[in-house]
Structures are given as structure tokens and as C-alpha cells.
């Protein structure tokens, strides 16, 4: 049964940084797309970045710069690193398993809250 | 970029009703386009995926059709669990993928 479980949420203030974490089972991460995903509180989904299955990484316009994807192969695990963080960057982060023949998600985590506020 | 408008924003309607539900891409995406449903509290689940085609598992009231710039998402019959929040995605300008901004689905 593929799984996708984020950790590494929490408050952090403007300027810091923070890692969310996301550890895969019933696949392996390092033959996949993989995504993350976020959600402002009430808001709508903003799709993050995505890492090739070469390693290639892309980001969207508002994180690049700060944001990093990245992923450790020896624990199914995919990463990301975000520095400078600000007021607008809280919201609930997933991490999701892009298909990639049909360029959708498919599988999704739960989900963890990232909060930045003084 | 391209920009994906959903239409309406909300909709309420009652059990048995059937739902029709709009997006339309800013350019030309061929079918690249993905509907998810989302509840509160958790995270989106696949819908239908290139435009029309159903998802394992997902029951076969949901239907999708479009191509280019106009979409849209069917539901035959609203079952009380189909009331949630829906959007679309575009990937045609993968990897740059752009959600809508959702369609609240409430019970009337």
C-alpha cells in the first residue's frame, strides 16, 4: 500500500527555516515525480516544485530562491528545505506522487501545518 | 503562465442532482487536466486524470470532458459523500502546474 507521511511543521518567525520531511512506503521515491503541494488556511492548492526522477528540480516563481527539494534514496525519503520564510508561505504542505503518465497526483500525504508569524 | 478560472465558486444542490462543474485555461492544454476532490481536513484525492478518463476506483457518476481550453466535471447523481470542494489542474506547461481555485459543492 503506497503511503506518504509529512513531518516538520510547526510556528516559525519571519526570516527562519524550516525542513518538512515526507517518508514514502509502497514505492520508491527515487523512480517517481514527486511534488509538494501547499494550501493557505481557506485557500485554494499552490502546486511547490517536483523533482524528476533524474533529480532535476523545478520550483514555482513565489519559493524560488528559497525553497529546496531534495530526496535520500536510502530512506524512501522526499525533503524540503525552506529558508527565509515569510508571513505568506504559511500554509498545510503535502507532499504528492505525480503520475507520471497522466501528469496528475495520485497519492497524497495528510498534510503538515506550517505557520510563520512573529 | 497559465491560469486556470473554475466557474462557479460554489453551487449548492440536493441528492440525485446532477452537477456540472466549469474550468477553463487562460491558453490551450490540450487534455492535460486533472480534477480532484477535496473534504475538509484532508488531502485532494484524483478524480479523473487527461481530461476524461476515470480513476481506479473512483465511482462512475464522476465524468470529465473537454479538450483545449473548456472542461468540465459531471456528477450524474450527487451522493451525500460528494459534497466537498473540487478543482481542476492543468500540466500542460509541466513541470509549471497551476491548480483553479475551487468549486464549493454544498447541500441545498
Known amino acids: 500500500e503506497v503511503q506518504l507521511v509529512e513531518t516538520g511543521g510547526g510556528l516559525i518567525q519571519p526570516g527562519g527555516s524550516l525542513r518538512l520531511s515526507c517518508a514514502a512506503s509502497?514505492?520508491?521515491?527515487?523512480?517517481?515525480?514527486m511534488s509538494w503541494v501547499r494550501q493557505a488556511p481557506g485557500k485554494g492548492l499552490e502546486w511547490v516544485s517536483v523533482?524528476?526522477?533524474?533529480?532535476?528540480?523545478y520550483y514555482a516563481d513565489s519559493v524560488k530562491g528559497r525553497f529546496t527539494i531534495s530526496r535520500d534514496n536510502s530512506k524512501n525519503t522526499l525533503y524540503l528545505q525552506m529558508n527565509s520564510l515569510r508571513a505568506e508561505d504559511t500554509a498545510v504542505y503535502y507532499c504528492?506522487?505525480?503520475?507520471?503518465?497522466?501528469?496528475?497526483?495520485?497519492?497524497w500525504g495528510q498534510g503538515t501545518l506550517v505557520t510563520v508569524s512573529s | 503562465d497559465i491560469q486556470m478560472t473554475q466557474s462557479p465558486s460554489s453551487v449548492s444542490a440536493s441528492v440525485g442532482d446532477r452537477v456540472t462543474i466549469t474550468c477553463r485555461a487562460s491558453?490551450?492544454?490540450?487534455?492535460?487536466l486533472a480534477w480532484y476532490q477535496q473534504k475538509p481536513g484532508k488531502a485532494p484525492k484524483l478524480l479523473i486524470y487527461?481530461?476524461?478518463s476515470l480513476q481506479s476506483g473512483v465511482p462512475s457518476r464522476f465524468s470529465g470532458s473537454g479538450s483545449g481550453t473548456d472542461f468540465t466535471l459531471t456528477i450524474s447523481s450527487l451522493q451525500p459523500e460528494d459534497f466537498a470542494t473540487y478543482y481542476c489542474?492543468?500540466?500542460?506547461?509541466?513541470?509549471?502546474?497551476?491548480f483553479g481555485q475551487g468549486t464549493r459543492l454544498e447541500i441545498k
Open positions: 523533482i524528476y526522477s533524474g533529480g532535476s528540480t
Open positions: 504528492a506522487k505525480l503520475w507520471f503518465g497522466a501528469l496528475g497526483f495520485d497519492y
Open positions: 491558453q490551450g492544454i490540450s487534455s492535460w
Open positions: 489542474q492543468q500540466a500542460n506547461s509541466f513541470p509549471s502546474i497551476t
Open positions: 509502497g514505492f520508491t521515491v527515487s523512480s517517481n515525480y
Open positions: 487527461a481530461a476524461s
